[in-house]
């Protein structure tokens, strides 16, 4: 019979899963490695790694909003850049020291730093990894850049949730390394 000290036990291991997968190709999939399952579920030695298979329709459905995204921004096209972003208040992005909330305040911050296609540039997303943080959350980070006159790029790390069976970044932490040569 279980207690509900062993409920609360059961609760506490689960939360100290460390869940981490790497992206593959489109085509081979993605692989959730859970560690630290401990013997507080009754896990002998051989069970303390499980190796799960992250559905690939979610790792693929990831990297597509994420290609999309790419293209949409080097046709010029802000607005339609900006449908790979949870459209709420709620929305966070975190850049150059500064916090905003809210995904028309992003917006309007992408058309007021990125006002015409030179500014912008030509966008590329590489070393992306994705780690589950849940059934319905990836970390995603990756390197960005910029292609442009003076050429700048950096790191992300992006939260997405599936919300209504689609998934979309929650918050957006991105950094610049600006190189400060003009492009020959």
């Not at 190709?25 to 859970?34: E, F, P, S």
């Not at 298979?53 to 607005?79: E, P």
């Not at 150059?96 to 305040?105: L, M, S, V």
């Amino acid at each position: 019979m279980q207690t509900k000290y062993d409920a609360l036990a059961m609760h506490a291991t689960l939360h100290t899963w460390h869940v981490s997968i790497r992206t593959m190709t489109a085509a081979t999939g993605a692989a959730i490695m859970l560690s630290s399952f401990t013997g507080s579920l009754g896990c002998t030695g051989n069970d303390r790694i499980l190796t799960l298979h992250r559905s690939q329709q979610d790792t693929a459905s990831v990297k597509h909003v994420l290609l999309q995204q790419v293209r949409d921004w080097n046709r010029g096209d802000i607005d339609a850049f900006m449908q790979g972003y949870w459209q709420s208040p709620d929305l966070s992005f975190s850049s150059a020291g500064t916090i905003t909330r809210g995904w028309q305040q992003t917006l309007d911050n992408y058309h007021a730093r990125y006002a015409d296609r030179q500014a912008m540039g030509r966008l590329a997303f590489s070393d992306l990894e994705m780690s589950a943080l849940g059934p319905d959350e990836l970390l995603v980070l990756g390197s960005w850049r910029l292609e442009r006159d003076i050429p700048i790029g950096g790191v992300f790390t992006l939260i997405f949730r599936r919300i209504s069976q689609q998934w979309r970044i929650v918050h957006d932490h991105t950094s610049a390394k600006q190189t400060n040569r003009p492009k020959p």
